[in-house]
């Protein structure tokens, strides 16, 4: 089973800021994703991250907002930019392998001021 | 959208079986059935998938009907450590191998 290591686990930070979240797996993996739960409700995936080009996106999420990056197959980040306090969720990456099961990591939650 | 309509919440008194309804009509062939729990605000965890046999482990038990259009997750002994929200994930969706969550089901065990 991967490993996946995210962080940092939370933060608070203030409107107009952007956060950068980290994700490692303990191993290669050909498929990595990020999503967002929000306070009370279920996961909302925000965008597929490919390694070596953009990410592709979900229906109401957009690169100037959430840039991603997967420099290799090991790793990602998610950026949330010019945060408000609608932005205050848990976010969380996952990670698989194209016939295996899904890997999540513990999340980061952000509380937005 | 998700693929998949569960029951909201469920009560289950503890040490005994829990079973968790999924509807999944649209499901195709070549899909299979997860499901997952995610107990607070921890990443979900993974339990156990099938693609239409009946599927067992040290977690639970997954019963797929016939049709495929619905399965039962069992959690056969519930213990208060076992409250957490349930999803039930339909996957392989057109090839893409993003996983969609439902709204999922909240189980509450009871003392």
């Known amino acids: 089973s991967a490993v996946i290591s995210q962080k940092p686990s939370r933060d608070i930070c203030q409107r107009g800021t952007s956060l950068t979240i980290q994700c490692q797996v303990d191993?290669?993996?050909?498929?990595m994703f990020w999503y967002r739960q929000q306070p009370g409700q279920s996961l909302t995936l925000i965008a597929t991250?490919?390694?070596?080009?953009?990410?592709?996106?979900e229906s109401g999420f957009v690169i100037d907002k959430f840039p991603i990056s997967r420099p290799n197959l090991t790793f990602s980040t998610l950026t949330v930019s010019n945060m408000s306090p609608e932005d205050s969720s848990i976010y969380l990456c996952?990670?698989?392998?194209?016939?295996?099961?899904?890997?999540f990591g513990s999340g980061t939650q952000l509380s937005v001021l | 959208d998700a693929k998949t309509t569960q029951p909201p919440s469920m009560d289950c008194a503890e040490g005994r079986a829990a079973n968790l309804p999924c509807n999944h009509s649209?499901?195709?062939?070549?899909?299979?059935v997860y499901w997952y729990r995610q107990i607070h605000s921890q990443g979900p965890q993974y339990i156990i998938h099938?693609?239409?046999n009946n599927e067992t482990n040290e977690m639970a038990s997954l019963i797929i009907t016939e049709d495929r259009k619905s399965s039962t997750l069992i959690l056969p002994h519930a213990t208060l450590r076992d409250t957490a929200v349930y999803y039930c994930?339909?996957?392989?969706?057109?090839?893409?191998?993003?996983?969609?969550f439902g709204t999922g089901t909240r189980l509450k065990v009871l003392a």
């Open positions: 191993s290669q993996v050909t498929m």
């Open positions: 649209t499901i195709s062939g070549n899909e299979y």
């Open positions: 991250a490919n390694q070596g080009s953009e990410a592709t996106y």
């Open positions: 996952s990670a698989r392998e194209s016939n295996e099961k899904l890997f």
């Open positions: 099938g693609l239409k």
């Open positions: 994930i339909v996957d392989g969706t057109s090839g893409t191998y993003k996983y969609i």
